[in-house]
């Protein structure tokens, strides 16, 4: 498949993209804009995007940003996304767990406290729901696999024979990922749901992580991309509709994880390329 950037003409300069995410950081966390609170989504964003543009983080208040997320998280382990109240739900948990990992530093988080609500929004399916009870889900499947992989709950290797988990059925999160490539070739959301391209990412991404992203049929999936590949660039969530950036994105990681030479190597886990997290373990050599 050829690969198109989306709205190639449109660059922006390395050094102002820096500039515009070094100008959103306050005091306690990142904002969007100047009078805008912090969020945990803009702030793992802003951490992920410093990293793949190879920023040294000297600019980032560290200890007040973990500070200020620690009172984030709720007695029940889950995390809100800002001071002025949102939802809690597997979505923080996983943009605290990242940022803990960029940063290398786990004093945002209760680790014990975030594993027990991960846990808790396993469904009876095997997937995992946003919320406990709620009904599985891709996205919060993968944020509470690659949680669980953050917070070492999971093995390099979790489908070995000496390998097991004593949390959750490995082999059942497996077979409900399995489940949701469709025949058309790409990954649905939940269960009777259309393919979208970016469950390329979350679905195949969880496989991934847990050691079983041969069981993804590489042909189809692919397949499945191409035909929601714009002839302008991009991709949309499924064939005929309009691309955006979000889609485009993670139809770039989906294709990454399949091994398409002409694309960098995916960080899995953290939602960037290796490239990028190896930068993160060299600075933490300096
Ligand atoms: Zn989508």
């Avoid at 497996?174 to 009777?192: A, D, H, L």
């Amino acid at each position: 498949m050829r690969i198109k950037c989306f709205l190639p003409h449109v660059r922006m300069p390395r050094t102002a993209s820096m500039v515009f995410v070094d100008l959103c950081f306050r005091e306690q966390s990142l904002v969007l804009w100047e009078y805008d609170g912090g969020h945990l989504a803009s702030t793992y964003s802003a951490l992920a995007i410093l990293s793949i543009l190879g920023d040294n983080f000297s600019r980032v208040q560290k200890h007040s940003l973990l500070m200020s997320m620690r009172k984030l998280q709720q007695h029940d382990g889950s995390f809100t996304s800002t001071h002025m109240g949102s939802e809690t739900d597997l979505r923080y948990i996983y943009c605290a767990v990242a940022i803990s990992v960029i940063l290398k530093d786990w004093n945002g988080i209760d680790k014990g406290n975030a594993i027990r609500y991960v846990m808790s929004c396993q469904s009876y399916d095997n997937g995992f729901g946003l919320s406990p009870g709620l009904e599985s889900h891709g996205g919060a499947t993968y944020c509470a696999i690659a949680s669980l992989f953050m917070l070492g709950c999971i093995y390099m290797d979790p489908l070995s024979k000496e390998a097991s988990s004593t949390l959750f059925d490995v082999k059942g999160v497996i077979k409900w990922c399995v489940q949701r490539q469709t025949k058309s070739g790409g990954y649905q959301g939940r269960s009777n749901k259309d393919p979208d391209a970016c469950y390329a990412f979350w679905v195949a991404g969880s496989l991934h992580l847990l050691g079983a992203g041969h069981l993804c049929n590489v042909n189809a999936l692919e397949n499945f991309l191409g035909k929601c590949a714009d002839k302008h660039g991009g991709f949309s969530k499924w064939p005929g509709e309009t691309p955006d950036i979000l889609h485009a994105y993670y139809g770039i990681c989906g294709l990454s994880l399949l091994g398409k030479p002409q694309l960098k190597c995916l960080c899995c886990k953290l939602g960037i390329s290796t490239e990028a997290a190896e930068k993160l373990e060299l600075l933490s050599q300096v």
